[in-house]
């Protein structure tokens, strides 16, 4: 029976080479000169520390176009407060990895909403679809990929 595994997943070394072009990239900047402005990646977590609030909202569009040249979605990535630590402040983004229950239940509805003969089972955190033809797990991942679930879904191990 072909089947297919649906992973939301990040590469960690993609992750790391773009937090580090990024706090290249801020240390180079006229605009961040003198200050104590940076990013650091550490378990999934990227933080990004500066001086003040505003210069944080600018690191932003900085670090997700270095992640999105090196092709992570920037829907995975969840943005804490920004809080004061000392005498600057700091911000947490965690980067989500893994299709939570809420997420998969959300997925496993809308597969069965649209009627297609597969299955559809929720194994740790990644989803395992089962069909008998080729062409309803295809017609699945399209569906997949249209549907905004507020992650980035990749497909894996399709078997016949």
Do not use: W
Request: hydrophobic share 35%.
């Amino acid at each position: 029976m072909p089947s297919f595994d649906v992973v939301s997943e990040v590469d960690q070394h993609e992750l790391s080479n773009a937090i580090d072009q990024a706090s290249r990239e801020i240390t180079n900047r006229f605009d961040f000169k003198g200050t104590s402005c940076d990013a650091k990646v550490a378990d999934g977590v990227v933080v990004l520390t500066a001086d003040s609030d505003f210069q944080i909202q600018q690191m932003h569009p900085i670090l997700y176009q270095k992640l999105t040249s090196r092709s992570i979605d920037i829907a995975c990535l969840d943005a804490g407060k920004v809080e004061t630590s000392g005498k600057g402040v700091k911000q947490n983004i965690k980067v989500k990895v893994g299709i939570d229950k809420e997420t998969a239940k959300k997925a496993i509805a809308k597969i069965k909403e649209s009627k297609l003969k597969v299955q559809a089972q929720v194994q740790g955190e990644q989803l395992r679809i089962n069909g008998k033809k080729r062409d309803d797990l295809q017609a699945t991942m399209k569906l997949l990929e249209s549907s905004d679930l507020g992650l980035p879904m990749q497909f894996q191990n399709m078997r016949d």
